[in-house]
């Protein structure tokens, strides 16, 4: 019979994903067949999976990151509800892989809660049947009183999995003790009695000074505290751009490698309003030397040593944002190199057509900043495809050589109107230092990385700084942080057969 741990919060970014991921790694590495599993996400960081009809689909990308920790490939039935905000509040709401429509969040619940219910039911059986281990992560606070009616990913969850729960509370901003108590008092008291015992995370400083409150709130709860995480973050992809900056400041992360500003590069990355896929940025932030800084939208480029231009889910509303602050007459004389990711390369382009079809405005051609030869055209059709493309060695990817992979998820179609390089084939076009392309994870192929990293440095003046081999995968680090901090988890858990 297959167990199921839900890994739930009293809040949200309480460490739920990083605790998810580090379970299913060090239950891998036990040999235990484990698949992590959300039943409802709201993110537009989505990543490609296989669909139940061997389609590719979308997830979002803790659910994708929590595969790899287990060592099995992604699937859409480890996240069969996914939906992606465009603003306005209305998302696009994607099940068990596929594009259903947009909706609001009343719309959602009068005409599509009993069809992600089904959805979400059928996925937990489908990986239920092929898994030893279930590793649930829940959403937000498991004690939203107004929505335990309609709580999927907590609620739901915990009863048609017949889940035990690890409870997680935050404690960086005080009032760890009490959140946890009022959680406990909340929860629906059937799913209350499914709560095995909790973990304090993000904690800095003297663990004792915690003991006289743990042994308080367990003699009133009767839960154990199983473990104190500290603030330790083990370099795994956020889910969310929630977690990134505000738009009004700045944030560079990556600075904290010792290495001396003087040696390093900046990589400028414009943050639009509707940041899409933000996550492809993140290897770029493990290579030594090289900060990722968000840059606000009115930002200088003269401080920064290359631009990448992200994903978007608006792309029409994000260019026109750009070019209202004066950003394409920077990058107009910007000497760096520059990369535009999906919506980030169509804005490189001379225009977007049939923009209507995208934009909250009438506008239905958009002139784009004129950095690539080509032209994109909207249509209703989404394309989402994994794929291997061979390296071209022009451009940015002068010198190297071999295959990239990655997946493209986009709307409209872009042509080249006039002769263009294509280092990565079809979905990608180059002129000197200028890259544009539809492949998400990218950078997540080392020869691609690598290459684009020298570029940047070279561009700049300054020595490039090897990697070498001394990096530690970020699963295995969420493993250890989670098997040093937790030791006796699985005493709450008899049923897991390690």
Not at 151 to 156: A, F, K, Q, Y
Not at 283 to 307: C, F, K, M
Request: aromatic share 6%; net charge negative; glycine share 10%.
């Amino acid at each position: 019979m297959t167990e199921t741990v839900l890994i739930a919060g009293t809040e949200s970014h309480v460490g739920k994903s990083t605790v998810a991921a580090g379970l299913c790694r060090l239950l891998a590495r036990r040999g235990v067949s484990v698949a992590p599993f959300k039943a409802q996400n709201m993110s537009n960081n989505a990543r490609v999976a296989v669909a139940p009809d061997g389609e590719w689909g979308e997830i979002g990308v803790s659910q994708h990151t929590q595969a790899r920790a287990a060592r099995i490939p992604a699937t859409t039935d480890m996240n069969p509800v996914l939906l992606k905000p465009r603003g306005d509040g209305e998302s696009q709401l994607i099940i068990q892989g596929t594009a259903v429509e947009n909706v609001a969040a009343g719309a959602y619940y009068e005409s599509q809660w009993e069809r992600a219910k089904r959805a979400a039911f059928e996925s937990y059986e489908r990986l239920a049947t092929n898994h030893d281990v279930i590793v649930a992560e829940g959403a937000g606070s498991i004690a939203e009183i107004n929505l335990h009616h309609r709580d999927l990913s907590n609620v739901e969850t915990a009863r048609f999995a017949d889940a035990s729960i690890l409870l997680l509370v935050d404690i960086e901003r005080g009032g760890a003790f009490a959140s946890l108590y009022g959680a406990l008092e909340l929860m629906p008291d059937d799913v209350r009695d499914r709560v095995q015992g909790a973990v304090i995370t993000k904690f800095r400083g003297d663990e004792t000074l915690l003991t006289p409150g743990i042994k308080l709130i367990e003699d009133r709860t009767g839960v154990p505290i199983l473990g104190i995480l500290p603030y330790d973050d083990p370099g795994l992809p956020e889910e969310d751009s929630v977690s990134l900056p505000q738009q009004e400041k700045l944030e560079i992360i990556g600075d904290d490698d010792g290495i001396p500003d003087s040696r390093a590069v900046t990589i400028g990355v414009p943050r639009v309003p509707r940041i899409s896929n933000f996550t492809d940025l993140e290897p770029l932030t493990n290579e030594p030397g090289v900060r990722v800084a968000y840059l606000p939208l009115q930002s200088s480029l003269a401080h920064v040593d290359a631009v990448v231009l992200p994903g978007s889910k608006n792309t029409v509303d994000d260019l026109l944002a750009l070019r209202n602050t004066g950003f394409g007459e920077q990058l107009a004389n910007f000497s760096g190199p520059i990369v535009g990711l999906c919506g980030g390369y169509q804005m490189l382009g001379e225009r977007i057509t049939n923009a209507a079809l995208e934009s909250t405005d009438d506008h239905n051609v958009v002139r784009g900043f004129g950095l690539l030869p080509v032209e994109t055209r909207f249509t209703t059709e989404k394309h989402v495809e994994r794929v291997t493309r061979t390296i071209n060695s022009v451009g940015l990817l002068a010198g190297t050589s071999g295959t990239v992979r990655g997946y493209e998820i986009h709307m409209g179609q872009t042509t080249a109107i006039q002769s263009v390089e294509r280092p990565l084939g079809e979905g990608s076009a180059a002129v000197n230092s200028i890259l544009g392309t539809y492949l998400h994870g990218l950078f997540e192929n080392e020869n691609v990385r690598t290459a684009f990293v020298k570029a940047v440095f070279q561009s700049a003046g300054k020595p490039y700084l090897d990697e070498g081999d001394s990096f530690q995968s970020p699963y295995d680090a969420a493993a250890d942080l989670l098997e040093r901090n937790v030791p006796h988890l699985f005493r709450e858990f008899p049923d897991i057969d390690l």
